[in-house]
């Protein structure tokens, strides 16, 4: 699970992340932190929409390269 100062880096700086929920990558979530609680985060995507997302997935800049699930 993602830390709440990894989460509050990210939003801070902008970092554009890439969220893994499963093996496929085409199911990636890209966007940016906007908000967090206890259980989730809110990323937005580049089409200005937001998505909640489990805190329990895999968060990381989309310049590392992607981690396997």
Do not use: F
């Not at 993602?2 to 496929?24: A, F, H, K, S, W």
């Not at 890209?30 to 489990?54: E, P, Q, T, Y």
């Amino acid at each position: 699970m993602i830390t709440e100062e990894e989460l509050d880096r990210y939003r801070v700086e902008g970092t554009p992340l890439r969220v893994v929920r499963d093996n496929m990558e085409a199911n990636d979530v890209l966007g940016i932190v906007v908000a967090w609680d206890a259980d989730s985060v809110v990323i937005r995507k580049r089409n200005r929409r937001v998505v909640k997302l489990s805190r329990g997935y895999i968060y990381e800049p989309v310049g590392a390269p992607r981690s396997e699930v």
